[in-house]
């Protein structure tokens, strides 16, 4: 990398690191950005996957206020997070790259549909048990989320966040905050997985982990002060700008 294109890579990792602490799809920044300076796709990917974990960990401690009593929620939410970032990683590995535009884009949109529509279903589930637990339907859709996660990531967040919404009776800003704890082991898992088999630009992994944690930080200051109307719409805006980017591509 030229130094100018260095520079590009950390700067996309600040944004990228933001956006994903606040909803998620900050991959929609750093990954485009890693295939405009040479790097192969699975490469770009893998790379991208491994420098946003550290953003994602600054991310979860700007959000410890919103994470009080939610440890019984994450210790059984997250082995389906944990399974689901190792299927998706390996199927990462053995797909064919030309899968990725499908899969994320619908992907995205649905997550984008569940956000907008959850405070009206929140309150047709009102009257429904399990609600303080979301059910064995989250703890699959933390396994599905985790999966989409390990393969490509971007919206993750989006899909986690619309079926929480959907599925406990919890303020917007504590479920982000869970979503931070379960986007980071999703990250978290499928960076081992790729360090140990896949080929990584470590040069690109450190320039967007730098980045990343200062924009995780940010992230988290600027999005605990959003309304959750302004939040959710926020989150809907940069669904749609994924699938933009995605199809356009």
């Known amino acids: ?54 953003g994602g960990l600054t991310g979860v401690m700007g959000y410890r206020p919103e994470l009080k009593g939610q440890r019984g929620r ?4 997250a082995p389906a997070s944990v399974a689901g970032a190792l299927a998706g990683g390996l199927l990462l590995l053995n797909l064919p790259e030309a899968t990725f535009t499908v899969v994320v884009t619908v992907l995205i949109a649905l997550s984008c549909t569940l956000v907008m529509i959850q405070p009206k279903l929140s309150r047709l589930l009102a009257i429904r048990p399990g609600r303080a637990h979301g059910g064995p339907w989250l703890w699959l859709g933390a396994l599905v989320a985790g999966a989409y996660g390990g393969y490509f990531g971007a919206g993750q967040g989006i899909l986690l966040l619309g079926l929480m919404g959907i599925l406990l009776d919890e303020e917007l800003q504590r479920l982000n905050a869970a979503k931070n704890v379960l986007v980071v082991l999703v990250n978290g898992t499928a960076a081992i997985l790729y360090a140990l088999v896949a080929d990584v630009d470590w040069l690109a992994v450190l320039l967007v982990a730098l980045g990343s944690m200062a924009g995780g930080f940010l992230g988290a200051r600027l ?13 809907v805006v940069i669904g749609v700008v994924a699938i933009i980017k995605l199809l356009s591509d």
Do not use: Q
């Not at 994450?74 to 939410?77: A, D, G, I, V």
């Not at 999005?223 to 989150?235: E, V």
């Open 223 to 235: 999005g605990r002060r959003l309304p959750p109307t302004l939040l959710r719409g926020f989150i």
């Open 1 to 54: 990398m030229t130094p100018w294109e260095m520079v590009a890579v950390l700067a996309a990792g600040v944004a990228g690191g933001a956006i994903n602490t606040v909803v998620g799809s900050g991959s929609l920044i750093t990954f485009p950005t890693l295939l405009a300076v040479g790097l192969p796709p699975i490469t770009a990917n893998v790379s991208n996957n491994i420098g946003l974990v550290p």
């Open 74 to 77: 994450l210790l059984r939410l």
